[in-house]
C-alpha cells in the first residue's frame, strides 16, 4: 500500500466533503480512532472536536492515558465522564444481546448525540475498516446505522453525514499507516480493544465489584503478556462459580479467563502457545485477586470462538 | 507399607466383625470402592453383595465395564438401573450444594437404603480413605454420616455398622495395595471419579442432553490424555455461553473446561503441562461436539482450585 498516498486522499476527501463545517468523532483509544483522529485533524484542525467518553468500561487509567498521549501530538481531546449514566443502563442486565444495546443506545442516543448536537456538528468521522462491513455483512456483527442510531433522520436533517476514512482497510493497513506516519508504538501497537469495552469481557450482569475484577484482571495479562508479541490478549470474567480451597476452607470462586491470540486481521485467528512458566504466572497471579479460584486458559481459534466473549 | 499384612489384617477385621451376618457394597468402579469390593469378597464370599448404582451421571459404556471387568475377578457385580430416580431428583436444580444433596439423598434414602433392608444386610463397607477424612474434618467436604442417611438410627437398630477397610490409605496407598493384588490396571490406575459423577462437572443443571454434552467431551478427553501419564483428566461443562462464529453466522456456544493435573494424593494438584499440539488437538475435537464453541484449559493448582467444580 502506498501510505502517502492514502493519507494524501483521506485528507484531501474530508476536507471538501466538511468544507467549511464543524465535524466531531468520538475516539476510544484503539487504534482504529486514533487514526481517524490524526487524519481528521490533519484535514480539519480545529473545525474538528475529538471526545473520549468514559463509560466507565474502560481499562486501568486509559481515559487519562489517552488525552495524554494525544496532547502531546499536539491534539486536544476532550474527556467527557459519563461513566454513572452507562452504569445504570447495564444494571441488572444479563443478555449479551440487551447488553451491547443498552451500551449502543446509552452512547449515541444520550451521550454522543447531546455533544454532536450540542456542537453544531454536521458530519461526524467513523474508524469503521473494512472487517467491520465484512462481518456485519455476514451478519456476525450488528447493523450500526450511526444516523438513526444518534436519532437523526439523513432526509430530514439534510447536511448531516458520516465520513469512514479507513472502511478500505483491513486491522494491518491500519497499523502500516499509523506507522507511516509515525504514531507512537503506544497507539500504532495498541493491542485491539473492542467499543463496547470491558462489558464484552464480562459474562453475566456488568457492575461495578465485576468492573473492577475484570480490570485487575486485565492488568495483570496485558502486563505479563505485553513482551508476547501477540495479536491481542485479554481477560474475560466468567458468570458461573466453582468450587475451591482456601485456608482449608470450601469456597465458591469466580472464573477469569485468559485469552491470547495470534491473527493478521482479526478475521481468524489461533491461541498463542505460550510458555509454560508465564501461563503459571499469570494463573498465580489471577488468582490473587480478591474471590477469584480458577484460571482458564482459551484453546479455541476463529472460528468457531470469537475473539470476545459477550 | 507391607501391602500383605494390610490385606490380610483387614480381611480378619471384617470377617470378624461381620460373623456369619450379611453385608452390602456399592461399587462405583473408582479404585476406592473397587479395592474395598475384592477385600470385601475375600473375606466375605457370597454374605457380601456388591452393587453398582446406574445414576444416569456415569461415562460412555461405564456401568456395563465395570460388571464386565469385576466377572473376570470372579466377583459377580449386580447392576441396578435407578437412572429415573436420580435426573428427576436432579431436575431444575442449579445450586451445587443442592444438586449434591439430591444426588445424596436419591442414593441413601431411596436407591441404596433400599437394596440395603431388601438383603437384611447390616454391615456396609464403605471406601473412605484418609483424605475424605481430613478433608471432611476441615470443612472441604460434607459430613456423611452413612448410617444417618440411610434413615437408620444406629441406637434403635442394634447391629448395624459401618466398616472402613481403607481409612488408614491415601490414593497412593490404595493404588500400592491394588497392585500387590494384581488387579487389572483398568482398576489399580483408574484415575479419580467422584461419587456425584458426572454431576460434578456440569455447571448449572443436570439434564440428559448437557450429561450426552460432558460425556461426549470426557470420553475425547480421556481419549487423548490416556497416556499422559497425568493423575487425573477431565472435562467440565459451563453454565456460560459465549459468542462465536459457525458458517459466518453469530452463534452462542457451550463451553468445555479441559483440567488435567499432576498429584500424588489428591491433596495438592497442578496443571500438566501438556504439549500444544496435544491442547489443539483436544481443542478441535471438543469444538465439534454439538452446541460446543470454546475449549478452555484449566490452569489453576489445588489449592486455590478444587479438582471438580461442582
Known amino acids: 500500500m502506498d501510505c502517502n498516498r492514502f493519507v494524501e486522499e483521506q485528507i484531501a476527501q474530508i476536507k471538501q466533503i466538511v468544507g467549511d463545517a464543524k465535524a466531531i468523532n468520538a ?14 485533524h490533519r484535514a480539519l484542525g480545529h473545525q ?11 481499562r486501568e487509567g486509559e481515559p487519562q492515558r489517552v488525552v495524554e498521549v494525544f496532547a502531546l501530538l499536539g491534539i486536544t481531546v476532550e474527556l467527557v465522564d459519563s461513566r454513572k449514566e452507562f452504569l445504570s443502563a447495564l444494571a441488572h442486565l444479563t443478555d449479551p444481546e440487551e447488553k451491547r444495546q443498552a451500551i449502543t443506545d446509552t452512547f449515541y442516543s444520550k451521550v454522543f448525540g447531546r455533544l454532536v448536537k450540542e456542537f453544531g456538528a454536521k458530519f461526524l468521522l467513523h474508524g469503521t475498516i473494512l472487517t467491520d462491513i465484512e462481518e ?8 450500526h446505522n450511526i444516523l438513526a442510531q444518534l436519532g437523526i433522520d439523513p432526509q430530514a436533517a439534510y447536511g448531516y453525514s458520516v465520513i469512514e476514512p479507513l472502511k478500505t482497510l483491513r486491522k494491518d ?3 502500516e499507516v499509523c506507522k507511516f506516519l509515525e504514531l507512537p508504538a503506544e497507539i500504532s501497537q495498541r493491542i485491539p480493544f473492542p467499543g463496547p469495552a470491558l462489558a464484552t469481557r464480562i459474562v453475566g450482569e456488568v457492575t461495578p465489584q465485576r468492573l473492577e475484577t475484570v480490570r ?4 495483570i495479562v496485558e502486563d505479563e503478556l505485553a513482551d508476547s508479541g501477540a495479536f491481542q490478549y485479554l481477560a474475560v470474567l466468567l458468570n458461573d462459580y466453582a468450587t475451591g480451597i482456601r485456608r482449608n476452607r470450601r469456597e465458591f470462586g469466580q472464573i477469569i479467563v485468559v485469552r491470547c491470540i495470534e491473527s493478521i486481521d482479526a478475521r481468524t485467528a489461533t491461541v498463542t502457545e505460550l510458555p509454560w512458566d508465564k501461563l ?8 490473587q485477586i480478591d474471590g477469584v479460584n480458577r484460571c482458564l486458559y482459551d484453546l479455541t481459534p476463529k472460528p468457531p470462538a470469537t ?3 459477550v
Open 27 to 40: 475516539l476510544s483509544g484503539g487504534v482504529d480512532s486514533s487514526l481517524v483522529t490524526v487524519i481528521g
Open 48 to 58: 474538528l472536536r475529538t471526545v473520549f467518553i468514559d463509560n466507565a468500561l474502560m
Open 280 to 287: 503459571n504466572r499469570i494463573s498465580q497471579r489471577i488468582t
Open 216 to 219: 485487575t484482571a486485565t492488568s
Open 136 to 143: 456485519t455483512v455476514a451478519g456476525i456483527k450488528r447493523q
Open 307 to 309: 475473539v470476545e466473549y
Open 173 to 175: 493497513g491500519v497499523r
